[in-house]
T-cell receptor, first 113, second 113 residues
Framework: RKEVEQDPGPFNVPEGATVAFNCTYS??????FFWYRQDCRKEPKLLMS???SGNEDGRFTAQLNRASQYISLLIRDSKLSDSATYLC??????????????FGPGTRLSVLP | DADVTQTPRNRITKTGKRIMLECSQT?????MYWYRQDPGLGLQLIYY???????NKGEISDGYSVSRQAQAKFSLSLESAIPNQTALYFC????????????FGDGTRLSIL
């Protein structure tokens, strides 16, 4: 089993749609969680951290379920500019020197006009 | 955002050549990382450094070496390049602490002929 798995995609959705991505991780001791977006052939950019209580940033909502070891990202009212690959990132380390960021393979989203 | 700068941005070279990729940052972060990304795959960690005197191997360090010349500089070397090292290489930085995200440079596109 891979350490971090994501919905395989691609997701093709019309503008204005709501879309959700899921990510599962293997290490129950994982410390922190992030969603990044990556445009084609560009660097990953932090979209949002994922907190235990869930968090929202505008049209984006992230949830964490530690019992089931998954995180999710919900995008409401999709825009054309949301088209990108979304990377789930899990820090599986512990303590100040235990950082171990593991990246999922990404889920590609295309928002269609 | 040019806080993490990679040079060169693109490089084409021949098998057997020694290559150095450079990364510098103005974010004041202690931690720096080198990743490679192959099409359709997640980012894979090559080496990381938590401070100037600290160097650690990642999951795919064979064929690579690094040097942390200063807090702001972390270079990656391919001692004798081979075609399967053709990839997109990213440098990243992060602040200390478990919940700190990583910030990426623009990437170096490397082709080994």
């Amino acid at each position: 089993r891979k350490e971090v798995e994501q919905d395989p995609g691609p997701f093709n959705v019309p503008e204005g749609a709501t879309v959700a991505f899921n990510c599962t991780y293997s290490n129950s001791a994982s410390q922190s969680f992030f969603w990044y977006r990556q445009d084609c052939r560009k660097e990953p950019k932090l979209l949002m951290s994922v907190y235990s209580s869930g968090n929202e940033d505008g049209r984006f909502t992230a949830q964490l379920n530690r019992a089931s070891q998954y995180i999710s990202l919900l995008i409401r009212d999709s825009k054309l500019s949301d088209s990108a690959t979304y990377l789930c990132v899990v820090n599986m380390g512990a303590g100040n020197y235990g950082q171990n960021f593991v990246f999922g393979p990404g889920t590609r989203l295309s928002v269609l006009p | 955002d040019a806080d993490v700068t990679q040079t060169p941005r693109n490089r084409i070279t021949k098998t057997g050549k020694r290559i150095m990729l450079e990364c510098s940052q103005t974010k004041g972060h202690d931690r720096m990382y080198w990743y490679r990304q192959d099409p359709g795959l997640g980012l894979q960690l090559i080496y990381y450094s938590f401070d100037v005197k600290d160097i650690n191997k990642g999951e795919i360090s064979d064929g690579y070496s690094v040097s942390r010349q200063a807090q702001a500089k972390f270079s990656l070397s391919l001692e004798s390049a081979i075609p399967n090292q053709t990839a997109l290489y990213f440098c990243a930085t992060s602040d200390a602490g478990d919940n700190q995200p990583q910030h990426f440079g623009d990437g170096t596109r490397l082709s080994i002929l």
